[in-house]
């Protein structure tokens, strides 16, 4: 059984740093499309990027381009989500999210994932 486990979240200042981690056990990274989704207290659960398992292609939400950069590194089983520049308006719970045969046109949708991470809390204060 594919599992999932997010780290790295936290209270930072806006303008400042974090870096996630995704752990993948039952599987491997190499096998999916990943992605990173978000969701802010109140609201729906919103893609921020994903990442093509063939190719590395990346596609991100408008709100965090350039200022956030998704990678993976097959040999540690492992996708990071480096957030630079964050704003206020970035805090949310923060999930790691892996799928097979995932169409470009899903991409962006929940229910494109099969496996899903339990989240891991930013807090951005301004």
């Known amino acids: 059984q594919v599992q999932l486990v997010e780290s790295g979240g936290g209270l930072v200042q806006t303008g400042n740093s974090l870096r996630l981690s995704c752990a993948v056990s039952g599987g491997t990274t190499s096998s999916y499309g990943m992605g990173w989704f978000r969701q802010a207290p109140g609201k729906d659960r919103e893609f921020v990027v994903h990442?093509?398992?063939?190719?590395?292609?990346?596609y991100y939400a408008d709100s965090v381009k350039g200022r956030f950069t998704i990678s993976r590194d097959n040999a540690k089983n492992a996708l990071y989500l480096q957030m630079n520049n964050l704003k206020p308006e970035d805090t949310a719970v923060y999930y790691c999210?892996?799928?097979?045969?995932?169409?470009?046109?899903?991409?962006?949708?929940?229910?494109?994932?099969?496996?899903w991470g339990k989240g891991t809390l930013v807090t951005v204060s301004s």
């Open positions: 990442l093509r398992r063939y190719g590395g292609h990346t």
């Open positions: 999210a892996a799928g097979s045969g995932i169409i470009l046109s899903n991409i962006r949708n929940p229910g494109g994932y099969n496996y």
